[in-house]
């Protein structure tokens, strides 16, 4: 049965240049973008963590950090992701958060 499945994915992979299945390949990108919108981010934290136990995961989610399917490995490895525009605000929230409080703390000295 494994190997039907198998025969059937590589007579679909002629369509694409390059069919992404989560194992890096040197020198050629994950071709299997999506939208920005549906981009996936992970946390860097888990990433540090991670890369402790599987030097390659960085390298692997370099090459393939847009591709839902590598997301889907990466998960699978432990490492959580966040939505692309949820994490891009809440980056900007953070810096005025940030922002606000050396403002206030400014003010207090003068």
Known sequence: MSEMTVVAVAVAAPAKPFACH?????????????????????KLARIKKAIGRWPTLAKDLADHIYCGRCAAFARKAGVPFYRYPQTVVEMERRRVERTQAARQAFHRYL
């Open 22 to 42: 989560g194992e890096p390949h040197p020198g050629k990108p994950c071709t299997a973008k999506l939208t920005q919108a549906e981009a996936w981010v992970p």
